[in-house]
């Protein structure tokens, strides 16, 4: 269903009312091979005054103009494209399309890649050393790790290693204000390994076992070996990111076989609390007194599936507990195909599509959607789940507004608790380019980019 947008031309009095299902102006237009320049200047002289006189950069127009456009592209097809009819042509109209809106088949997901890194590069500037560097911004900086190995973004070498610069010092130390131990602090490491494969240098590689030593074997594990989340007797789901990739990589970096084995095991024990062995969904938590806590909550299940899939890629091929980690992903997999809605997207809920309180969610979306299509590209999971991303993929373009080269990545839910009351995620607010959903919604766009 297209979603509509009133633009009120205040010199008419008149109401335009034009399709919003596009979202950024794809650049100037190729007229021809028999068109010239003036022909070219008169097509960037209508994109300009569709831009800047009338500020509608975020549509296809579909056939409803004011009065002032209408007439403005009658005169132009007349003097530019000599069609003396008093009425705007098909041939008109699929020029002011191409104006407004990227071709079929043209690289959107690589256009946002790009341009959203760039904006996380702005916004999210290196921290001071000592500062920590929490899971938000640890995922946003891993996004842009991945969009400049994709497509070779300049300065991002430089981004990385000022970060990893603030986390440890020259001799492997961690610098941290932060000194709860707490999952959420483990996936800075990331960024520590990252840079150690380009550099390395093993300042960066100490700082990561460090790192390990102090926020994950360290930590508090219940007696079947489930790593607590942040204190108390609780597992959650979202454990699985924070700590999965970080103990894969730093395993491939060392060769040392006990970070396989922490990380395999946190998997295996996390679903053997979480995952439900009916629908292939995880519970956010669960707790060692009272049990489930039964919310089948959509970020949580994207921590789990994005954290397994990028532990699978540092895996042995011929690790034992290999089958049983496909397995998980193979059902978790599965149940996230059938709870995808027919635009593509899933909800902050994921089985109760029905519950008017429900709505679809960007970031759990954006897991999903990146996670099913580097298994499938990585092939942990079978071709046909390319579909899921790629109409996953379809629905988050809608969430996403290019404007210029500034990005708005919307309805994004911000941190949220576990929470036995699923009223709690109904009514969780959302936020446009929160922290919590910019670095998936970036990986996603870096995955499905051609």
């Given at each position: 269903m297209k979603k509509y947008l009133i633009v009120f031309v205040l010199l008419f009095?008149?109401?335009?009312?034009?399709?919003?299902?596009?979202?950024?102006?794809?650049g100037p237009l190729e007229l021809g091979a028999g068109e010239g320049p003036v022909q070219q200047a008169a097509v960037l002289k209508l994109q300009n005054y569709l831009k800047a006189d009338l500020g509608l950069t975020d549509f296809i127009p579909?056939?409803?103009?004011?009065?002032?456009?209408?007439?403005?592209?009658?005169?132009?097809?007349?003097?530019?494209?000599l069609v003396s009819t008093g009425k705007l042509d098909q041939a008109t109209i699929d020029l002011i399309k191409k104006t407004t809106c990227s071709e079929p088949g043209s690289d959107r997901a690589g256009q946002l890649a790009k341009a959203l890194a760039a904006n996380i590069m702005n916004s999210y500037p290196p921290v001071a050393s000592g500062r920590d560097v929490d899971y938000t911004r640890a995922l946003a900086v891993i996004g842009v790790e991945a969009a400049a190995t994709r497509f070779g973004l300049v300065g991002t070498d430089n981004y990385l290693q000022r970060y990893a610069d603030a986390i440890t010092d020259k001799n492997g130390k961690i610098l941290s204000n932060s000194s709860s131990v707490d999952a959420n602090n483990v996936l800075k490491g990331m960024i520590l390994l990252s840079v150690y494969e380009k550099t390395h240098n093993g300042r960066y590689l100490k700082g990561a076992k460090n790192l390990a030593e102090q926020k994950v074997f360290q930590s508090r594990h219940l007696s079947d070996g489930g790593m607590v989340h942040a204190g108390g007797d609780q597992l959650w789901a979202d454990t699985l990111y924070m700590v999965g990739p970080f103990l894969g990589r730093l395993g491939k970096a060392t060769g040392d076989q006990k970070y396989f084995a922490e990380g395999a095991k946190q998997f295996i024990v996390h679903a053997d609390h979480l995952q439900d062995s009916a629908t292939g969904l995880f519970h956010h938590a669960w707790d060692q007194s009272s049990g489930i806590i039964p919310a089948y909550w959509g970020r949580a299940n994207g921590w789990a599936i994005m954290g397994l899939v990028t532990f699978l890629e540092y895996l042995p091929e011929n690790y034992p507990d290999r089958p049983a980690l496909l397995s998980i992903l193979n059902k978790q997999a599965e149940a996230l195909a059938k709870n995808q809605n027919s635009a593509g997207l899933w909800y902050q809920i994921l089985d109760r599509p029905t519950e008017k309180k429900n709505w679809t969610e960007t970031s759990g979306s954006s897991?999903?959607?990146?996670?099913?299509?580097?298994?499938?590209?990585?092939?942990?999971?079978?071709?046909?789940?390319?579909?899921?991303?790629?109409k996953g993929w379809k629905g988050l373009e809608t969430k996403a507004i290019l404007r210029g080269s500034k990005v708005t990545v919307k309805d994004i839910v911000i941190g949220t608790t576990a929470s036995s009351n699923l009223n709690d995620y109904y009514t969780n607010k959302k936020k446009d380019n929160d922290p919590h959903g910019l670095g998936s919604f970036l990986l996603a766009a870096t995955e499905m980019a051609k």
């Open positions: 009095g008149w109401v335009t009312i034009v399709s919003a299902t596009c979202l950024e102006f794809a579909d056939g409803f103009f004011s009065r002032r456009t209408r007439t403005y592209l009658i005169a132009f097809q007349q003097k530019y494209r897991m999903f959607t990146y996670a099913l299509a580097r298994a499938v590209h990585k092939g942990f999971l079978a071709a046909s789940y390319q579909t899921t991303a790629e």
